[in-house]
């Protein structure tokens, strides 16, 4: 094993070694850092999810510490050349200030938008929505976890009331009888989670894939489900007839725990197995044998990830699965449930405090007026001056430069040129705008069109939290300040914040029924009480620039949600290896399981809703016979704007390709390696092609890491899911030739 990349950083500013988590995906694998005499190096670290086990990508994490490619001085766009040209913090603020008092003044608060990561720190994602809202007061901000993780959001909340992605302990997974993965491959997106699988197996329980792809996961299944994409909804439908047909639907469990079943149960009547088979390609057999798997199973889990997420029928999917899921009366039993595997590094906390159009922080939604008077009333200004609901992220990105849309952007921590469905379009509609200005840490494509660029701290430079696929909320710790030049995103806000003259509480709150220790911020107690550091970096603003004093903000404003992070201290976070919300008291416990006596709607109950099959909202046809898959490489990681930077990851994925079966191969005469064009309604990319037995014939695949001329997302399809705003990414028709 190798000790990771290495940094340049004198030895003398750094502690000697911390313990963290990985920059990257929502398994936060824990890993220390240690500073040596040659730089920082990346150690596994025993936690109870990675257990010892790091990824290449986690590995690799500190070579892009002092990576050449790191951006240390603002850039601002020379108007003379169109370039991109190294300037002050105060040039850049100043322009960034400038540009923005401009377009509110010419067209409005709303003219102004805010576009946040699912990567950014929890403390982040609540700066950020609480500047959108009383900083820029604009009802415009969204972000790119929109893309990821919406529809199992929606799914949960509309089924259990409340969207945590598992709502059990991962370790669980090790325990079960029977674990259906539905559109998951954590053998390349999350490694270290396949010893959970293995030790599943090795303890007898049976693992049931269903993916369109012979995935690296689906070879290590006892069972393979290979569905034509956009199908998982008639074979989670299937699925529920043959066990309803079976005699293994829970009776007692659905008529004391839950409501709505007539509707599936009448609904699903007409999908019996032989139908599902002809739409889907799952043979009837293969759909038997999973039902009772999952019927007859003791211990039983259901798991759904993009795969089935990432449909504009895509919450209706994930319900299909969580339907199927309380009628075998899994959700709340030990051992058993239905969860999402989270994908971004902190893609559960980022929708949880206040980046997403539509919520408050605590996951309190933005129109219910108790709701806004909570944190209107920690925010210190009167309820009625929060903005409303936006609009999800496409529609956001859509709308950019158009007559009534936003004119300005402020983007944190993402890169829609590359992860935007139609990303020509969208890239045509970041240039179309008065205003792009782009915080981050290297020069992604997106931050190459902005007019304004600030470079911001990495994970390794700053403390924080990050809430983790199974809701656990753990701790970031800085090993090292940022390098000369760079300012944390905390700073930039409190910076703009100040610019902007809204940093300071007016002391016009009214007075409002808080919950108690809900003082509004600024007032209450800050990093001394949450870290257990010396309180000197506090701000007594409204934008603090402490983390610390950031997070015991917003454990006050999560208090009484959804989302409830009160009783949450990074000091408890340090002696518990993280802490499960909800957790309202610092004196009572915290939450690993949910629904063991009861769902968090208002009567307790789960609700089913009856879902049906429909076609993808694009056919294939003469002129694009074949459908087109996304996903993602062990070795990248997102947009690639970091991980295409990292050398060793370079290396093992250094191109996008066209995965294409041998026998479409041979009809289209493409070799292996030769470069192939894919091209669809919206556009087209190239890449070589790589032949592979282990894809269907009628379906080709490719990566959505990569940038340029091998950008995936240049073909993929903006029809989106009406309840989640999540894009097709999954399926759409295209043509493949040699270019
Ligand atoms: S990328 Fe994910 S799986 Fe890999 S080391 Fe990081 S947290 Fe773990």
């Known amino acids: 094993m190798t000790d990771g ?72 766009r020379d108007p003379a050349t169109d370039t991109l040209r190294p300037a002050s913090w105060d040039t850049a603020l100043d322009r960034v200030v400038d540009g923005i008092r401009a377009v509110q003044a010419d067209a409005g608060r709303d003219a102004v938008a805010v576009f946040g990561g699912g990567g950014l720190t929890n403390e982040k994602t609540y700066a950020l929505g609480k500047f959108a809202r009383i900083g820029l007061r604009t009802r415009h901000i969204d972000y790119n976890g929109r893309f990821c993780m919406s529809s199992a959001a929606a799914a949960g909340m509309r089924a259990f009331g409340i969207d945590r992605g598992l709502p059990f302990p991962l370790a669980d997974l090790g325990r079960a009888d029977t674990l259906l993965l539905v559109g998951a491959n954590p053998a390349e997106t999350m490694p270290p989670l396949v010893r959970w699988l293995t030790e599943q197996r090795g303890n007898g329980g049976k693992l049931i894939v269903v993916d369109p792809r012979v995935t690296a996961t689906a070879r290590q299944a006892d069972l393979h489900l290979q569905p034509l994409p956009g199908t998982d909804l008639a074979v989670a439908n299937a699925l529920l007839h043959i066990a309803l047909t079976e005699g293994w ?168 040129v590359v992860s935007a469905p139609r990303a020509a379009r969208i890239e045509g509609r970041l240039r179309d705008l008065d205003l792009l200005v782009v915080a981050d840490l290297l020069l992604s494509e997106t931050a190459a069109l902005a007019d304004v660029v600030l470079p911001t701290a990495q994970w390794a430079e700053e403390d924080g939290t990050m809430t983790n696929l199974e809701g656990r909320v753990l701790r970031r710790r800085a090993l090292r300040p940022p390098p000369p030049g760079v300012r944390t995103d905390l700073a930039i806000i409190a910076d703009l914040a100040a610019r902007l003259a809204v940093a300071e509480a007016t002391g016009t709150a009214p007075a409002t029924t808080r919950t108690p220790g809900t003082e509004p911020a600024g007032t209450a107690p800050a990093a001394a009480e949450t870290s257990g550091r010396p309180k000197a970096a506090v701000s007594a603003g409204r934008f603090p620039t402490d983390p610390a004093a950031v997070f015991a903000e917003l454990r006050r404003a999560s208090a009484g949600g959804a989302a409830d992070y009160a009783g949450i201290s990074w000091d408890r976070i340090d002696a518990d290896d993280g802490v499960y919300w909800p957790c309202p008291s610092e004196d009572g416990p915290d939450t690993p399981r949910l629904f063991a006596d009861r769902f968090a709607t208002p009567d307790g109950r789960a609700r089913f809703h009856a879902v049906d099959h429909r076609p993808a909202a694009e056919q294939v046809c003469a002129t694009y ?62 890449a070589p092609a790589r032949l592979s037995a282990g894809i269907r014939p009628d379906t080709v695949f490719a990566p959505f890491h990569y940038a340029g001329a091998g950008r995936a997302n240049s073909v993929t399809n903006d029809a989106v899911d009406p309840i989640s705003g999540m894009p097709e990414f999954k399926i759409c028709a295209v043509r493949v030739e040699k270019a």
């Open 5 to 76: 990349a290495r940094s340049a950083t004198p030895p003398e500013l750094m502690p000697r070694e911390v313990a963290t988590h990985c920059p990257y995906c929502a398994l936060q694998c824990g890993m220390t850092l240690r500073a040596g005499d040659t730089g920082v190096t990346v150690h596994p670290r025993q936690f109870p999810t990675n257990r010892g086990g790091l990824c290449q990508k986690g590995w690799t994490a500190a070579e892009l510490l002092d990576h050449p490619d790191r951006l240390t001085t603002p850039l601002v």
């Open 249 to 416: 639907v829970d009776r007692a469990y659905v008529a004391e725990r839950t409501t709505g079943f007539d509707a599936v149960r009448r609904g699903v009547a007409a999908w019996w197995p032989a139908r599902a088979e002809q739409l889907s390609g799952v043979p009837v057999a293969d759909l038997e044998a999973t039902a009772r798997a999952l019927g007859t199973g003791g211990r039983v889990i259901i798991l759904t990830a993009r795969g089935a997420e990432q449909h504009a029928k895509g919450v209706d999917t994930v319900t299909a699965y969580v339907n199927l899921a309380l009628a075998l009366g899994l959700p709340g039993r030990d051992g058993s449930g239905y969860g999402c595997l989270t994908g971004q590094g902190n893609g559960q906390g980022g929708r949880e405090h206040g980046q997403k159009a539509d919520q408050l922080p605590g996951y309190r939604k933005i129109d219910d007026p108790a709701a806004r008077e909570h944190v209107a009333g920690v925010w210190g200004v009167p309820a009625d001056e929060l903005p409303g609901p936006g609009v999800p992220a496409y529609q956001l990105l859509d709308a950019l430069g158009t007559p009534g849309g936003p004119r300005a952007l402020l983007v944190f921590g993402s890169n829609p």
């Open 625 to 686: 016979p074949l459908h087109f898959t996304t996903g993602r490489v062990l070795a990248q990681y997102q947009s690639g704007t970091q991980t295409r930077r990292v050398a060793a990851l370079r290396r093992a994925a250094p191109e996008a390709f066209v995965e294409l079966h041998p026998d479409l191969a041979a009809r289209l005469g493409i070799d292996d390696g030769d470069p192939v064009r894919v091209t669809s309604r919206r556009g087209e990319f190239r």
